[in-house]
């Protein structure tokens, strides 16, 4: 999965069908020449989603390359010339150099043998950055109060390896669950530095990848939210799809919303929810989920995950505590703090005040 705003209609609410038909057409081209096995062009808000399929392996230049012209082709084919907002917003460089990871997009890959059956999940999600999925990813492959399978099935009893990178310091650790669980909660709890990138199964079985684009600290100031995205492996000596899900049933609270600026609950929604109806207070935080089986290389779906009724009470609640982080205003801890606001227009503000203080 590859994924970049690239330019949106009112504001930052939702990408233009144009742009969807062009990415589509794009794709479709690179199926037809064999560089991709096969696709999915689908938008969170007004992220544009490259689900992609090959037998390239991870960080394949072709594939970087391929999904850096496509964002610049929707871009300059449509983007500009519609005058959408943000046009080519997250290319943060001239000329692609072999990989988009840094480059602005976001980036997910897992590398895999096809099993006789292979369910895959995608989660998208908008107004929020990688650290987001910290919590559930840690509920789903480590919490056996979420993960019923954790106790029941002995394939998973040897519980799972999470890779967590420290995106300030850009390094990374192994950490195996749940023998080093509480190693793992110590890093993850901090979910602005540290971010899970990968799951593997004890056995290495890949399991997960996420995105850890942190596009603030490649540009150094604020750009828009990452609005990252993960897939996730399910069923046969994995956690079930409905393990997988059962981690969103709680709308935690995630770095992101207004101006990339504020906290607010991550609310799980469908596919028609999470593209074009992220509008309160620019958002809130949102993630859709939409289902595949692969097969030979081939998506098949996708469903849509989050349609189920049954994630209505969660939606309900994330209203609540969206209406109940509103209400502090910009006081903290709605807004975010001091550290995460560094790359904000906040501290041009505070800069005109300097002078104005006096000893005491
Ligand atoms: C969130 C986001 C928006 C903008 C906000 C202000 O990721 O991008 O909330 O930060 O709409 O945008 P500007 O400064 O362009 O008017
Ligand atoms: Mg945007
Ligand atoms: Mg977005």
Redesign the pocket.
């Known amino acids: 999965m590859i994924k970049a705003d690239v330019g949106s209609v009112s504001?930052?609410t939702t990408v233009h069908p144009q742009q969807l038909e062009v990415a589509r057409q794009f794709m479709e081209d690179a199926r037809a020449k064999g560089t991709i096995s096969d696709y999915y062009v689908t938008h969170a808000g007004d992220d544009l989603e490259l689900i992609m399929t090959h037998t390239m392996g991870e960080d394949h230049t072709s594939i970087h390359e391929l999904a850096w012209k496509c964002f610049k082709e929707v871009t300059d084919k449509v983007s500009k010339p519609l005058k959408l907002?943000?046009a080519g917003q997250d290319l943060l460089s001239e000329a692609f150099s072999g990989n988009v990871k840094g480059m602005g997009p976001g980036v997910a890959e897992l590398e895999f043998m096809e099993r006789e059956s292979d369910p895959v999940m995608i989660f998208m999600a908008d107004?929020t950055e990688p650290g987001a999925w910290n919590l559930p990813l840690f509920k789903i492959f480590a919490d056996p109060f979420n993960t019923a399978g954790l106790i029941i099935d002995p394939g998973l009893h040897g519980g799972f390896n999470f890779t967590v990178l420290d995106v300030v310091d850009n390094i990374a650790v192994s950490l195996k669950c749940p023998s080093e669980m509480y190693d793992l909660l110590a890093l993850i709890g901090t979910p602005g530095r540290y971010v899970i990138e990968k799951v593997h199964r004890s056995d290495g079985l890949p399991a997960a990848a996420a995105s850890t684009t942190r596009l603030s600290l490649i540009a150094g100031r604020?750009v828009?939210?990452d609005?990252p995205v993960c897939i996730v492996r399910a069923q046969h000596g994995l956690p079930a799809a409905g393990e997988v899900l059962e981690a969103f049933i709680f709308p935690h609270l995630v770095a992101?919303?207004?101006?990339?600026s504020h906290h607010g609950p991550l609310m799980p929604v469908s596919a028609d929810d999470s593209q074009n109806r992220v509008s309160r207070f620019?958002?809130p935080p949102r993630v859709v989920g939409l289902g595949f089986q692969v097969s030979d290389a081939k998506l098949i779906g996708p469903t849509d995950l989050f349609a189920d009724p049954a994630f209505d009470r969660t939606r309900e609640t994330a209203g609540m505590v969206a209406d109940y982080m509103r209400l502090h205003g910009p006081f903290m801890p709605h807004r975010l703090g001091p550290e995460e606001m560094e790359y904000t227009t906040l501290p041009e503000v505070l800069k005109k005040l300097k002078d104005r203080f006096k000893k005491v």
């Open positions: 504001g930052h907002y943000a107004k604020y828009g939210k609005d992101g919303w207004m101006r990339g620019d958002g």
